[in-house]
């Protein structure tokens, strides 16, 4: 697997990978991290088609998503 790009952002680390015929969506915030995969195969053939999908209503749903973690967390560890 191989590191293409990462995207700037306030918050989270954003990476895009290649790894053998899928591009590799990365999001981390402190001890989480989400990771979406997409086949070459798809519509999303390059990092910029990858790229493109790091909208407003993408990243609000990964917040959710990391807000969720958290709190699954917080219950794990009473």
């Known amino acids: 697997m191989r590191l293409i790009a990462q995207i700037p952002h306030p918050r989270l680390q954003i990476s895009i990978f290649k790894s053998d015929l899928k591009f590799i969506l990365k999001f981390e915030a402190g001890p989480f991290e989400q990771v979406y995969k997409f086949m070459e195969s798809e519509r999303y053939c390059d990092a910029d088609s990858i790229r493109a999908l790091l909208t407003q209503d993408l990243l609000k749903d990964v917040f959710t998503i990391f807000d969720q ?7 794990i560890n009473g």
């Open 69 to 75: 973690m958290n709190q699954n967390y917080q219950n």
